[in-house]
């Protein structure tokens, strides 16, 4: 296999091969067995089984076709991994071109960030799982630098678009909202500020429902939806910052 994805092996070559890598996240609720307990998030990775870098694991992707585009390919080869369908959000995050970021063959690689929902649950391979993004295996190559990459794009455009939406479930209570930011943003986020940014911006509206009840009873929390399921620019001067900076 080609180092990112598949194909035949080569020697290094005077032309450049084209590949797509592909940082999906998704918040995940609660324990597993990647990652500590509570609200999460996580990264898709598949595990390596050939050399170089056999072990370690990768982000979704491969060798771009000659009659396909990037965004074209990032689809396809990640629909091979997971249910395209349950893939939210998808954008490039950049280009990554060291020439001795593999070894053996000139590799440039087009680096995409993807988003699923909390609530889907796509079927994976045996080879691939989802990781804690606070507790990641040993990645191979450089692709620990491309997902960093995309985990920072995702929480730069929590601040200024929708992008929420992608990885909210259809509807949610504002507590559920705010520990699904919190996760993405790496830092605890207030669910009234919140509430009244969204609202502010027309992207957040109440479904006229309530949540089931907890154990401990008190009064129903009132259920909220995203107004569209589509990615806007909402402010683009605005940005969450940790409580007190």
């Known amino acids: 296999m080609l180092p990112g994805g598949s194909g035949p092996p080569t020697g290094r070559k005077s032309a450049s091969l084209l590949e797509v890598l592909a940082a999906v996240f998704t918040v995940h609720r609660g324990t597993g ?14 595990q390596r089984t050939t050399e170089p870098d056999a072990g370690r694991w990768a982000l979704p992707g491969g060798v771009v076709r000659d009659n396909e585009d990037v965004d074209a390919s990032a689809r396809r080869q990640l629909a091979e991994k997971v249910d395209l369908r349950q893939v939210t959000h998808l954008e490039q ?9 593999m070894p053996d063959i000139r590799m440039v690689a087009t680096g995409f960030l993807g988003l699923v929902p909390m609530d889907a649950h ?37 601040s200024y678009t929708n992008i929420g939406f992608a990885l909210a479930p259809a509807s949610f209570t504002l507590a559920e909202l705010g520990r699904i930011y919190a996760a993405a943003l790496g830092h605890d986020v207030d669910v009234t500020n919140l509430q009244r940014i969204l609202t502010r911006r027309g992207m957040l509206e109440p479904t006229g429902s309530t949540a089931p009840p907890g154990p401990s009873g008190g009064r129903p929390a009132a259920m909220y939806r995203f107004s569209t399921g589509e990615y806007r620019v909402t402010d683009p001067f605005a940005a969450f910052r940790p409580p007190g900076a």
């Open 93 to 101: 995050t950049g280009v990554f071109s060291d020439p001795h970021r």
């Open 33 to 46: 067995n990647h990652g500590p307990p509570g609200p999460q998030l996580r990264l898709l990775l598949w």
């Open 122 to 158: 796509p079927s994976l391979p045996a080879d691939t799982a989802w990781h804690s993004v606070d507790a990641l295996p040993e990645m191979a190559f450089d692709h620990a630098s491309i997902a960093e990459r995309a985990r920072q794009r995702l929480q730069a455009k929590l």
